[in-house]
């Protein structure tokens, strides 16, 4: 069953504002700019399934994912959730979706609040959506997240917890209001290589437990292909292939996906893969070239042909879900 429907999804920020700004650009007949950070993403996510969003910085995951958190407003587009329409969320449908929708951030350095106690952190939410037993709970999902006992961590400050700690308490924080849908932006970056396995160790036992639906954003892809059903590659904005994690891949199509997945580390000194090397760097996300996005790194360039945008669309007989944006498979 579909959990998520996201259409044609856009979120464009404007790169100056205030009334002086608007006032002078009046006066020079200038046009506002807007930053397309997110321009036209389309995608579903079932029921218990994990979707994977990797691209460079400054693709637009991030903000991906701050929209299905209802924590942007769409500039355009739609996201469905359970079949109703997210704009059109008020009263008892948008506490629902803000408590089956829960957000585990980047940084446990910034996302907890200094001031607050293991133990408040976690009764905040409760109190907002009027839980009881909240003690129990709190004990309960603290020993689920590995800070055995909970006894001793509620009246712990996060300045007194490890970093891998505190992103223990921010996943604890995600799992307080029992939700169906998790968006996990980059929840092991900010950790030393040597807490990151125990964390995600966790966050699988964690899907896995509670038959959770979790969109996984990172740059990291090996890291997608053992977490996630599913990886969406995007590139300026826009999804330029999705598909099965697996075949993602073990058989990458889009030019880009080659490159991202050429760069992933082999620990086999012996073994030979020819390196496909991109010049230059994300394109500029106010002034969009026309045509293909990556036309001008794409070492599979053809003039012309990529001077008109290619759609997403299965264009090969590897599966349903299988897409890529690209004119070499036209």
Do not use: W
Not at 41 to 65: D, M, Q
Not at 85 to 90: D, E, G, M, R
Not at 92 to 114: A, C, G, H, T
Not at 116 to 125: C, I, N, Q, S
């Amino acid at each position: 069953m579909t959990l998520l429907r996201v259409q044609n999804l856009k979120k464009h920020f404007r790169t100056e504002s205030g009334l002086l700004t608007d006032i002078t650009n009046k006066i020079r007949g200038k046009k506002p700019e807007y930053v397309h950070a997110v321009d036209d993403v389309s995608f579903e996510l079932a029921e218990g399934e994990t979707l994977g969003i990797a691209g460079e910085s400054g693709c637009g995951k991030s903000t991906t994912g701050m929209l299905l958190a209802k924590l942007y407003e769409p500039t355009e587009g739609e996201i469905f959730y359970r079949g109703d329409k997210f704009s059109s969320l008020n009263g008892k449908k948008l506490d629902e979706y803000r408590q089956n929708v829960q957000m585990i951030f980047q940084d446990p350095f910034e996302s907890l609040n200094p001031s607050m106690t293991v133990y408040d952190t976690l009764a905040e939410p409760l109190r907002m959506f009027n839980y009881s037993h909240k003690k129990n709970r709190i004990y309960r999902v603290l020993d689920f997240v590995g800070l055995r006992p909970p006894e001793e961590y509620i009246n712990a400050l996060p300045g007194e917890l490890s970093g891998g700690m505190r992103q223990r308490v921010a996943i604890a924080r995600a799992l307080i209001l029992d939700p169906d849908f998790i968006v996990a932006d980059e929840p092991v970056s900010m950790l030393d290589v040597s807490l990151r396995a125990g964390v995600l160790s966790l966050m699988n036992d964690m899907t896995e437990e509670f038959g959770l639906s979790v969109v996984y954003i990172s740059h990291d892809i090996s890291l997608l292909q053992h977490m996630c059903d599913r990886i969406a590659i995007m590139y300026m904005g826009k999804i330029v292939e999705i598909g099965s994690a697996e075949e993602i891949v073990a058989n990458p199509m889009h030019p880009y996906t080659q490159a991202l997945i050429n760069a992933v580390p082999v620990p086999d000194p012996n073994q030979d893969r020819s390196r496909v090397e991109l010049p230059g760097e994300v394109g500029d996300a106010v002034n969009i070239p026309e045509g293909c996005r990556f036309k001008h790194r794409c070492p599979e360039y053809i003039e012309g042909v990529c001077d008109q945008e290619p759609a997403l669309e299965e264009k090969t007989a590897t599966g349903p879900d299988r897409k890529v944006s690209c004119h070499l498979y036209d």
